[in-house]
């Protein structure tokens, strides 16, 4: 097989660890004890893992989170784990080691202990799978961080080690490259870059091929942008009620005008209403929900 470059689709194993959650270490004992895993291997010995083991992963990462064991798991074989199950998030689930994280990150906030709270958010995004923690971990820390009782300092640290996790988890090198071209950006004007991030993990999540733009982008730009790369999704963070009114006739000419449909999410679009081809969401929605709609 060719080695100068990672064929599409082919994920080195710190990448397929982040989108599973499953530490690296982990992955290589599960390889050798139970074959779930089929990785092929470049001419000096690196693992490349396939878009098949990926969904090998997230679906082992749901029946954990279901409570079954390891070894319950293993027994279904490869082929069961490959068959596609849909399994919503139960209505009012809580997770109370996530919400143990959370207080752990706030009050490291607090202390402006940055070491810790980057080891507690590795720790949130590995403890269930990474829909859960974006819905359980990482939309109630950022509504802690906006309404909580810190300090403009800690707020300051702690959204800035949010934003790198994110930021990192967004730009990895190798993810889907077969799901819906996807393009994020924020609304212009509106810099609020968490929510943006926040979008565009939970779409790359979900198995899209995304093009992250990044928030405040203006209105220019988007619209000559889209015809370059002719996205099946436009997605777009609004985090400001005001802002998204000032766009919304202009956003409506333009997804009818083009053949995309198009998602506003962020705490901005509590008052939008939906017209075909639009999505909307905004916390504290699940996000498992919506991608699983879209």
């Keep these: 097989m060719p080695t100068s470059a990672n064929p599409p689709e082919l ?24 074959g779930l895993l089929e990785p092929l291997r470049t001419s000096t010995g690196h693992r490349l893992y396939t878009r098949e ?13 279901q409570g079954r064991s390891i070894g319950e ?10 068959t596609p199950v849909s399994t919503p998030l139960p209505s009012g689930a809580r997770y109370p080691e996530l919400e143990r994280l959370q207080q752990e990150a ?25 829909l859960r923690a974006l819905d359980h971990f990482v939309v109630p820390l950022l509504s802690q961080l906006r309404q909580g009782d810190l300090n403009a300092a800690a707020r300051a640290l702690a959204a800035g080690s949010l934003q790198r996790r994110l930021h990192r988890a967004v730009e990895a090198d190798t993810w889907s490259q077969a799901g819906e071209l996807t393009l994020v950006c924020g609304l212009p004007d509106d810099f609020e870059a ?11 999540l979900s198995g899209r091929r995304v093009i992250y733009l990044g928030p405040a982008l203006p209105f220019d730009d988007l619209v000559r942008a889209l015809p ?6 436009l997605a777009i963070s ?32 509590r008052q939008c209403q939906a017209w075909p081809g639009l999505h909307l969401w905004c916390p504290p929605q699940s996000w498992q929900q919506l991608l699983s709609s879209l």
Excluded: M
């Design 194 to 204: 968490l929510e943006c991030l926040v979008l565009a993990y939970a779409l790359k």
């Design 238 to 269: 609004a985090s400001c009620p005001k802002l998204l009114h000032q766009h919304l006739a202009s956003l409506k000419s333009l997804t009818q005008a083009l053949p995309l449909r198009l998602l506003l999410a962020g705490s901005g679009t």
């Design 11 to 34: 994920y080195k194993i710190k990448t397929i660890a982040s989108l599973s959650g499953f530490n690296p270490t982990l992955l290589r004992a599960w390889e050798r004890r139970y």
């Design 106 to 130: 706030l009050e490291s906030a607090r202390q402006l202990d940055q070491s810790n709270l980057d080891k507690i958010l590795e720790r949130a995004f590995a403890s269930l799978s990474p």
């Design 73 to 82: 798991v293993v027994a279904q074989g490869r082929a069961y784990l490959l």
């Design 53 to 65: 083991d990926l969904k090998v992963l997230q679906r082992v990462r749901q029946l954990l989170d």
């Design 228 to 233: 370059l790369r002719q996205p099946q999704l």
